[in-house]
């Protein structure tokens, strides 16, 4: 079943403070991550190393006049729907990966940075983390779907 599509996609280099660079494409491991990623192959979380957000977030922030800049919640793939709609457990094909929903993204206190009531007010839609199933290749604008 079709979801949605892939907006954009984002890695945060090795080296680097973790800030995320926007990619065209991005190439994923099995039980590692993305490649390239910092936050990739720890092996004690394997079930977090990709988060996935829709826009409904952004929109939220957006009707409560806070202003948010591109990847300030710490995607790794921006979708055009909410994945929050989806239950633990879901499998998802994207380009030529399989991910598994594993866990909702929990709240960090550097998001007052943009504004006080910003956690709070995306409490139940700030991402989702996801595994890799199966390696391969996302691309932004792929098809997301929703496989059993």
Known sequence: MKL???LNL???PIGTSGVRESKDFIELKENFGIIGDKFAG???RPHRSVMIIGTKPYNMAKEAN???PEVALGE????DFDPHTLPLGTKLKIGTVILEITAACTLCNHLTQYHK???KLILK???IYTKVIKSGII???DEVFKID
Do not use: M, S
Not at 76 to 79: A, P, Q
């Open 4 to 6: 949605g599509k892939v």
């Open 10 to 12: 984002y890695i945060a």
């Open 42 to 44: 720890n092996e004690k």
């Open 66 to 68: 806070i202003n948010l």
């Open 76 to 79: 790794n793939i921006l979708l």
């Open 117 to 119: 009531d910003l956690p």
């Open 125 to 127: 839609h700030r991402g």
């Open 139 to 141: 691309r932004k604008n």
